[in-house]
Structures are given as C-alpha cells and as structure tokens.
Antibody, heavy 119, light 107 residues
Framework: EVQLVESGGVVVQPGGSLRLSCAAS????????MHWVRQAPGKGLEWVSL????????YYADSVKGRFTISRDNSKNSLYLQMNSLRTEDTALYYC????????????WGQGTLVTVSS | DIQMTQSPSSLSASVGDRVTITCRAS??????LAWYQQKPGKVPKLLIY???TLQSGVPSRFSGSGSGTDFTLTISSLQPEDVATYYC?????????FGGGTKVEIK
C-alpha cells in the first residue's frame, strides 16, 4: 500500500525558513517523479514543484521559484521541500504526491502538513 | 505557460441529475488531462486520466471526454456522496497546472 507521510509544518514568521519532509513507502520510490502541491485555507489546489526520479530535473511554480528547493534522498525514500524567504501567502496545507510515472500526474497523495506564515 | 480554466466555479444540482463540468486549456494539450475529486476535509483523489480513462475503483457514473483545449467531466446521475470540489490538471509538460476547481453541491 502506497503511503506518503509529510512532516515539518509549523508556524513561522515572514522571512523565515522551513524544511518539509515526506516519507514514502509501499512502492519503489526511486522509480517515480514526485510532487509538492499546496492548498491555502479555503482555496484551490496549487502545484508547487516536481522532481524527477533521480533528482536530475526539477520544476517550480513561478510563485515559489528562487525561494523553494525540492530535493530527494532515494536511499531514505524521502522527499523534501526547503522553503526560504517565506511570505504570508505561502500559508497552506502542503501535500506530497507520487507521480503516475515520470512527469505526468499525481496518483497518490499524503495527508498534508500545515505551514502557517504569520508574525 | 498553459493555463487551465474551469467552469462553472460552483453548481447546485438535485440527486439523479446529470452534471457537466468544463475545463479549457489556453493551448492544446492533446489528451494529457486528469480530473480529481476532493471531498470536504479530505485529500484529493484521482478520478480520470488521459482525459477519459477511469481510475480503478471510480464509479462508472463518472466519465471524461475531450481533446486539445476543451474537456468535460460528467456525472451521469449525481449522488449525495459526490458532493466535492473537482479539479482538472494538465500534464502534457511542466508545469502541471490545476484548474481553479468546481464545487458541486446538492440542491
């Protein structure tokens, strides 16, 4: 059974930094592209970033480019999102999601971790 | 970047009604489109991929169609458990943007 468990969400001040983690199990982690998707309170889904199976290719939404960095450690079956220069508009539930194959669409999602950016 | 526009943003229909949601891409994306269902307080669930292929376990009252720029998600007979927000997502190339969502309620 595919399981994705996010962690690291906290309350942080504007301008601060945070690293989210996602522990994956139930599938061969290093075979798949992985995504981060976020959802602000009461709002729709916003795709944030993706990383290829080997970490060689990464993509970012314009809203986070230059501030967020996606990475993975295939030896630990883990996905990460380093978030710097946080803004109040980054407040959201952050989901880790497994891609169907290599850069298509998410087919499994974690439960999410809440990031609140507030002074 | 290709933008995805969904309509309507919300709708209210009676149990048993046929419901249609539209998703439009700003440029052609062939059939590289997925649909998700997100029930209140829950994680998004994949319904359809490749514009019209039903994910395993999804009830047959859900169907998808379209290619190029115009796509539809149809619920043939709306059930109370279908109350949710529905999102389309294009995946022909990165970034794989979502549409803004359509909230479906029971009248």
């Amino acid at each position: 059974e595919v399981q994705l468990v996010e962690s690291g969400g906290v309350v942080v001040q504007p301008g601060g930094s945070l690293r989210l983690s996602c522990a994956a199990s139930g599938f061969t982690f290093d075979d798949y592209t992985m995504h981060w998707v976020r959802q602000a309170p009461g709002k729709g889904l916003e795709w944030v970033s993706l990383i290829s199976w080997d970490g060689g290719s990464t993509y970012y939404a314009d809203s986070v480019k230059g501030r967020f960095t996606i990475s993975r450690d295939n030896s630990k079956n883990s996905l990460y999102l380093q978030m710097n220069s946080l803004r109040t508009e980054d407040t959201a539930l952050y989901y880790c999601a497994k891609d169907r194959s290599s850069g298509s669409y998410p087919d499994y999602w974690g439960q999410g971790t809440l990031v609140t950016v507030s002074s | 970047d290709i933008q995805m526009t969904q309509s309507p943003s919300s709708l209210s229909a009676s149990v048993g009604d046929r419901v249609t949601i539209t998703c439009r891409a700003s440029q052609g994306i062939s059939n590289y489109l997925a649909w998700y269902q997100q029930k209140p307080g829950k994680v998004p669930k994949l319904l359809i991929y490749a514009a019209s292929t039903l994910q395993s376990g999804v009830p047959s009252r859900f169907s998808g169609s379209g290619s190029g720029t115009d796509f539809t998600l149809t619920i043939s007979s709306l059930q109370p458990e279908d109350v949710a927000t529905y999102y389309c997502q294009k995946y022909n190339s990165a970034p794989p943007f979502f549409g803004g969502g359509t909230k479906v309620e029971i009248k």
